[in-house]
């Protein structure tokens, strides 16, 4: 693999992650960390959670001293989120983390009192999580994406990776709370670009064949898979199947290029979580989620598998390549 090269873009009020401490924790007091995700501790294949551990150990919080984890992972099942939200309400704890937009929906669901510090991928204040960006209001804070933009760009970059494409199917599951308002945003940027959209819903890993036969059928010359937890569980069936089509595809996760996918852009997960280690201290010190700034991105990456890509016998052109941060040889 290539050296990465950090894109930074202005984002957010400008959140310092290891901020001063505020008031102090309680002497003697153990401090309960939740942990809520949709899918596995197996699925973590970038490392967030250690990332996490270590931002926190560095910030003072140590496992087993004055800091408790509990973890509770849906293993792809996003309808035991509530159950599982529920859990660490009853536990107390004194801060949720949680990396997803139905986490975090599931989390306020369960409570209005908790600080909830979220990594989600859509807009926050449309999902009714938070007043605004600058002033949350609520008991949730944290960063999210506004994945509907990173969708756009997604599309700007697959245009110019595969000449002379015109129509792009978009695998979608419409149940997931991003999908719509990504696919919104797509059809908009799709008309500017002069590319057809052909949103094909995927809403059980049952469908997968089915609709990748109806993409084939149409004689697609490339792909984009959007962020959902179902596809990422599931990563690996897509990038076979992507494969056995013959079709270029750009992801919205990350993990999808390790497994075999051709490109990804978007921001840095491992980053993401480290900022998150800074709120969680800010709270746990006394600081109130609803005066906490929800931020944006400051990393991004572009990735690209340059064995997909000659597995696919397409050549990625060297603007594009001149701008990965990480190329997988």
Same mark, same amino acid.
């Given at each position: 693999?290539?050296?990465?090269?950090? %894109?930074?873009?202005?984002?957010?009020?400008?959140?310092?992650? %290891? /901020?001063?401490?505020?008031?102090? =924790?309680?002497?003697?007091?153990?401090?309960?960390?939740?942990?809520? /995700?949709? $899918?596995?501790?197996?699925?973590?294949?970038?490392?967030?959670?250690?990332?996490? =551990?270590?931002?926190?150990?560095?910030?003072?919080?140590?496992?087993?001293?004055?800091?408790?984890?509990? +973890?509770?992972?849906?293993?792809?099942?996003?309808?035991?989120?509530?159950?599982?939200?529920?859990?660490?309400?009853r536990l107390k704890v004194d801060v949720i983390v949680t990396g997803s937009t139905v986490g975090a929906l599931a989390a306020k669901n369960a409570t209005a009192t908790?600080?909830?510090?979220?990594?989600?991928?859509? +807009?926050?204040? $449309?999902?009714?999580? *938070?007043?605004?960006? /600058?002033?949350?209001?609520?008991?949730?804070?944290?960063?999210?994406?506004?994945?509907?933009?990173?969708?756009?760009?997604?599309?700007?970059?697959?245009?110019?990776?595969?000449?002379?494409?015109?129509?792009?199917?978009?695998?979608?599951?419409?149940? %997931?709370? #991003?999908?719509?308002?990504?696919?919104?945003?797509?059809?908009?940027?799709?008309?500017?670009?002069?590319? =057809?959209?052909?949103?094909?819903?995927?809403?059980?890993? /049952?469908?997968?064949?089915? $609709?990748?036969? *109806? &993409?084939?059928?149409?004689?697609?010359? *490339?792909?984009?898979?959007?962020?959902?937890?179902?596809?990422?569980?599931?990563?690996?069936?897509?990038?076979?199947?992507a494969a056995k089509s013959r079709l270029p595809a750009m992801y919205g996760m990350v993990e999808f290029v390790d497994a075999g996918g051709l490109m990804f852009y978007g921001a840095s997960l491992p980053d993401m979580y480290v900022r998150v280690a800074g709120y969680v201290d800010r709270i746990l010190r006394g600081a109130k989620?609803?005066?906490?700034? &929800?931020?944006?991105?400051?990393? %991004?990456?572009?990735?690209?598998?340059?064995?997909?890509?000659? *597995?696919?016998?397409?050549? &990625?052109? =060297?603007? &594009?390549?001149?701008?990965? #941060?990480?190329?997988?040889?």
């Amino acid at each position: 693999m290539k050296t990465r090269r950090e %894109f930074l873009i202005a984002g957010g009020a400008g959140l310092c992650v %290891f /901020a001063a401490p505020l008031a102090a =924790q309680q002497p003697g007091k153990i401090a309960r960390i939740g942990r809520l /995700a949709p $899918a596995s501790v197996s699925a973590d294949t970038l490392g967030i959670f250690e990332g996490l =551990q270590r931002a926190l150990n560095s910030l003072g919080w140590i496992e087993g001293r004055n800091v408790v984890m509990e +973890d509770r992972f849906a293993e792809g099942r996003s309808d035991r989120l509530p159950e599982l939200a529920a859990e660490l309400v009853r536990l107390k704890v004194d801060v949720i983390v949680t990396g997803s937009t139905v986490g975090a929906l599931a989390a306020k669901n369960a409570t209005a009192t908790i600080p909830i510090v979220m990594v989600m991928g859509g +807009d926050p204040v $449309a999902s009714g999580l *938070a007043a605004s960006l /600058a002033r949350p209001g609520g008991n949730v804070t944290g960063i999210t994406t506004l994945g509907q933009e990173l969708s756009v760009k997604r599309l700007e970059v697959l245009k110019e990776t595969v000449p002379g494409l015109v129509r792009v199917p978009v695998l979608s599951n419409p149940t %997931f709370p #991003d999908a719509v308002a990504s696919v919104k945003s797509l059809e908009g940027a799709a008309r500017a670009l002069g590319v =057809q959209l052909r949103v094909v819903d995927v809403r059980d890993p /049952a469908e997968f064949e089915k $609709a990748f036969g *109806a &993409i084939s059928g149409e004689r697609a010359k *490339a792909l984009m898979v959007l962020p959902d937890v179902m596809f990422m569980v599931n990563r690996r069936r897509i990038v076979e199947l992507a494969a056995k089509s013959r079709l270029p595809a750009m992801y919205g996760m990350v993990e999808f290029v390790d497994a075999g996918g051709l490109m990804f852009y978007g921001a840095s997960l491992p980053d993401m979580y480290v900022r998150v280690a800074g709120y969680v201290d800010r709270i746990l010190r006394g600081a109130k989620p609803s005066e906490l700034p &929800i931020e944006r991105p400051t990393k %991004f990456e572009l990735v690209i598998n340059m064995k997909t890509a000659k *597995a696919l016998g397409i050549t &990625i052109p =060297q603007t &594009i390549l001149l701008r990965a #941060d990480r190329v997988i040889e």
